[in-house]
């Protein structure tokens, strides 16, 4: 990629190249192996106290590798995790990576309709699923592809203190809801299984298919964004590149520790946390859930981080935890703002109590994630999402997908190696997705100014964005119109000081005894936590175009109105 007319170079630190060369490695694979290896010693992960060394990620992801190829699965069939942050999400991963299949990261947290959807549409084979949410897979076990099942327990890899924590799991918080699944097999058996076998290598390249990231789709279909091993390699590399001027403010000798409480299958945290300090030697703490702040910062406590990766709700709500603001901030360099918009006054109060000023950056699942970041050499709020990464380019497009120049808004666009190969299956999304020329259209649109920093403007599209995870109003319009009281529906965005946004939806009756806890209730039993709306409007009809088009953006008005 020539630099001349990447203009945004001129801004970039000292020391960050302006391009990755991603080539060294022929695999995720080869990359994990090595790191295996190097940092043998070395912690890996930490989770409830408990910590598991590279070496021991090595022999039990081999073994893990090992009992998917005995049971007969070949090279790039899908294999699902449907876990949060506990030590088995690693194993797992590296695991399923080096037998040469593919990873489906799944939400925990889904519904059993969203659920069936992401396994037929991936065909997955099998899945590792964390026993607190195995009820849900048993209302959809015979209608998807998934035959083998791997029955994990929160207190799997926690040695003694794991039996007293399963004990608490499933008889003192009653966690675990009954479920049966016959066939099944459990993680602590599948492990000993396949320590007894060998893993036999697979030749794994550049261009076979590593994950398959489900984002929204405008259609109200959830897609499967197809991201090669070569993409989530250029990622990682783009990202440590970034990193460096901050890194090189790290204490001699001492080892980054990288706190992972964002979820493992959303790509923010999977790529700059869980891969990215695999290939550094870093460790991850692991919080299982983060919403639990006295417990998360009961766990910065006892492990201080260096690197703090985090969504704009996380980092107010830690804001306004006291305890919080007493921990000892010390050895925090990277500060790391994703998924969502960081506010001002978020990132203001952040960089008073901690510090360390909050780097936003931009990305989606579409590009493993990374496209622009602030530089890490940063001590203050820009209110962009920065410059374009390493062998990226941003261009702003119009509607006839021409390069705008600087000052003129359009829709963001993004060429470089981490942009996935396409929507699995989906030749006519993608088609769609993609310009001529190798640019991924976002849907976001922004205005780039002289030096290359960006700002986002407005969604093109009218994706609602609640803390960091992508909200399609059709998917919402499409489960509640299926409420036999309703008659028609719109979910637009509204904005909300905790999440950045909430759905909001807007319901005409078709019954006239319809009341707002039918419909909440309805959408608790169909949609993940973060889909359901916040609040209901009934109408007795709807704003629409000639064409009969309902006019969300009419909707959205009068709020920004008031």
């Known amino acids: 990629m020539g630099s001349s007319d990447r203009f945004w170079l001129k801004g970039y630190p000292p020391g960050v190249p302006a391009d990755i060369d991603a080539a060294q490695y022929k695999s995720l694979v080869q990359l994990l192996e090595e790191a295996f290896r190097k940092y043998s010693a070395a912690p890996a992960y930490s989770c409830m106290g408990v910590t598991l060394s590279f070496r021991e990620l090595d022999e039990q992801s081999a073994a893990i590798g090992a009992w998917l190829q005995s049971q007969g699965l070949s090279k790039g069939q899908r294999v699902a995790i449907m876990m949060p942050n506990v030590l088995q999400y690693p194993i797992v991963l590296a695991g399923i990576l080096r037998a040469g299949l593919t990873v489906v990261n799944v939400n925990p947290l889904y519904t059993p309709r969203e659920l069936e959807h992401q396994l037929k549409d991936s065909g997955a084979v099998a899945i590792f699923i964390l026993e607190n949410f195995a009820t849900t897979l048993q209302q959809v076990f015979g209608k998807v592809p998934t035959q083998r099942v791997v029955i994990c327990a929160m207190g799997d890899c926690l040695g003694a203190k794991g039996l007293l924590v399963n004990f608490v799991v499933r008889h003192v918080k009653k966690m675990v809801p009954e479920f049966s699944l016959p066939n099944a097999i459990r993680f602590r058996d599948a492990l000993l299984g396949g320590e007894k076998m060998t893993l036999k290598p697979v030749a794994v390249t550049h261009d076979d298919v590593a994950f398959l990231q489900y984002t929204g789709g405008t259609t109200g279909v959830s897609k499967g964004a197809t991201l090669l091993h070569r ?279 078709k019954n006239p005894a319809l009341t707002e806890r039918d419909v909440m209730d309805f959408c608790k039993e169909n949609l993940t936590g973060y889909k359901k709306p916040k609040s209901i409007e009934f109408r007795s009809e709807l704003p629409k175009s000639n064409v009969g088009k309902i006019l969300r953006r009419e909707l959205r008005e009068p709020r920004k109105a008031a």
């Not at 990202?239 to 409480?261: F, I, N």
């Not at 919080?287 to 969504?311: H, W």
């Not at 599209?461 to 719109?490: Q, T, W």
């Open 231 to 509: 993409n989530i390699i250029a990622n990682m590399l783009q990202s440590e590149a970034w990193y460096q001027p901050a890194m090189s403010r790290m204490r001699p000798g001492e080892r980054v520790v990288t706190l992972t409480a964002l979820p493992l299958y959303h790509i923010f945290a999977l790529t700059c946390c869980a891969l990215l300090s695999m290939r550094t030697g870093a460790m991850c703490l692991l919080i299982p859930n983060p919403r639990d702040i006295p417990g998360l910062v009961s766990a910065l406590r006892k492990t201080p981080v260096n690197v703090f990766p985090a969504v704009n709700t996380l980092f107010n709500a830690l804001l306004n935890n006291d305890e919080f603001l007493r921990l000892d901030f010390s050895r925090l360099v990277l500060s790391i703002g994703g998924g969502m918009a960081v506010q001002k006054a978020v990132a203001e109060k952040w960089l008073r109590a901690t510090g360390c000023a909050i780097c936003e950056g931009y990305g989606l699942s579409e590009t493993s994630p990374s496209a622009t970041c602030n530089p890490t050499n940063t001590d203050r709020y820009s209110g962009t999402i920065g410059l374009p990464l390493p062998s990226t380019e941003i261009a702003i497009l119009d509607d006839d997908g021409r390069r705008l120049p600087p000052g003129l808004a359009g829709e963001i666009a993004i060429r470089g190696p981490q942009v996935m190969a396409g929507y699995w299956l989906r030749p006519d999304e993608t088609a769609n997705a993609m310009t001529v020329d190798g640019f991924f259209r976002s849907g976001d649109v922004g205005v780039m100014d002289e030096q290359g920093y960006t700002k986002i403007v407005d969604r093109k599209k009218d994706m609602i964005l609640v803390s960091g995870f992508n909200v399609y109003p059709s998917e919402i319009e499409s489960v509640v119109s299926m409420h036999p009281g309703v008659l028609e529906c719109a979910a637009v965005g509204v904005p909300d000081e905790h999440s950045g946004e909430a759905v909001k939806l807007f319901v005409v009756k």
